[in-house]
């Protein structure tokens, strides 16, 4: 019979058994633990219920986190159109303003407002002008 130390003599050495038998204790006392984890199914939920946990919060900080940039983005996006369509808008008040077509209307106004006769005028030869239409269409039907 020949035992680890590879001596083939009948008695294995003591120190040798000794060495074995404690490395067999334990290999079965880690074997013994990793059973008793397996078997204590109230622990083992409770250690899912906690990675469950911790993957929702991480899902839920990159979520928001997500949401924080695209807000972000979408904010400097506003930022960036509303100040092309103030430069816009100054450079096409400013044509109005060198063409003179400003002052033209307001003069317009004024004088409407000064003498409003030929505006009354103008309505009612627009309202002839349709009624004339009218009865021409009539009696072509």
Known sequence: MSNKNGSTSGKPDVEALR??????????GETVQALAAKADVKARAKEQVENTKQKVKTQASEAGQKARDAALVASDKVRTAASQARGTAVQATDKVKESGALD????AGHQVRRNPVPLT?????????????????????
């Open 19 to 28: 060495t074995e038998i404690e490395q067999t204790r334990a290999e079965l």
């Open 104 to 107: 033209k209307a307001q003069e």
């Open 121 to 141: 005028v103008v309505l009612a030869g627009v309202a002839a002008v349709v009624g004339v239409i009218l009865i021409v269409r009539g009696r072509r039907r």
